[in-house]
């Protein structure tokens, strides 16, 4: 029986089939060459701690496999404009449509909307995807090492590199995070949640962090409610923070977001 991981790839490779039918290789790098100029996604973050504060990448998420629908009143233009207002320093925006209502125009519309670099929050299954990410205005990509193997790992981070994006690699055990240092991550996030069982624990990445390389800018990806859980990544390692659901269902994004950061210090 397959979990919800393997479904999702099985649909992916689907869906970037169809999708490259449509649009070929050459096309896609068209399109990419004249979408907006790259935002420095990781030097965003970086920006923000040298300030001391760590960074923040707020998560534009509608509804997720684990959790069903977190917020009716989405609109991804307003809630990138009240995320920044608020002191994000990145955005993510979910763009798979099954697992999690997304849909590329929310890329495109929350982008368009505010200043911030934007990660495409997605599952990629073929490098087209990356060209793809950067023709919708994506500034970073995301590379979760449980569903690639090593090679389709490093063509996914030799296009982004290609493409002048930014690559998040996302780990949440101790193999992942050793597969992530073989590839020459230096940009590399530790998911706090099991992609396959969506069990939560925020020590995950006390855990892993020490087995990341010297001076890779690490993030803390899920989980994260309160000033506490903050304070918690922050102390073991965390130079930014991944956060959706706890922001995503408040009414006052803006207030909520800088409430959840207002006691960090880096
Ligand atoms: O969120 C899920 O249920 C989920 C299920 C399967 C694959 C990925 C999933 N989430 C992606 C994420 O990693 C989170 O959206 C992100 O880290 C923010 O997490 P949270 O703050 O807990 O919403």
Not at 43 to 71: D, M, N
Not at 89 to 110: H, I, M, R
Not at 131 to 159: F, N, P, T
Not at 172 to 182: F, G, I, N, P, Y
């Amino acid at each position: 029986m397959s979990d919800v991981l393997d479904r999702i790839a099985a649909y992916k490779r689907e869906d970037v089939a169809a999708r490259k039918a449509t649009l070929s290789q050459a096309d896609v790098e068209a399109r990419a060459a004249e979408a907006p100029l790259v935002r420095g996604f990781k030097a965003a973050l970086l920006a923000r701690q040298a300030t001391g504060r760590p960074g923040l990448i707020a998560e534009i998420k509608k509804a997720s496999p684990s959790k069903g629908l977190i917020r009716a009143n989405f609109d991804p233009p307003a809630l990138a404009r009240a995320y920044e207002r608020g002191g994000a320093d990145c955005l993510s925006v979910l763009t798979d449509g099954p697992s999690f209502q997304g849909d590329d125009t929310f890329l495109v519309a929350a982008r368009n909307a505010v200043r911030l670099p934007c990660l495409r929050k997605d599952f990629l299954v073929d490098p087209w995807q990356v060209a793809e990410s950067r023709a919708l205005g994506a500034d970073c990509i995301l590379i979760i090492m449980d569903m690639v193997d090593d090679a389709l790992a490093a063509d996914l981070l030799a296009e982004a590199r290609r493409l002048g994006m930014d690559a998040l690699v996302e780990t949440h055990d101790e193999a992942e995070m050793a597969r992530a240092v073989a590839l020459g991550a230096d940009f590399i996030g530790v998911n706090n949640r099991s992609l396959r069982t969506f069990e939560v624990d925020i020590a995950t990445f006390a855990r892993l962090a020490p087995l990341a390389p010297e001076g890779a800018t690490l993030v803390a990806e899920s989980g994260l409610f309160t000033p506490g859980d903050v304070a918690t990544v922050v102390a073991s390692g965390a130079d930014a923070l991944l956060v959706g659901e706890s922001l995503m269902r408040q009414d006052d994004v803006e207030a909520a977001t800088r409430a959840l950061m207002s006691q960090a210090s880096r």
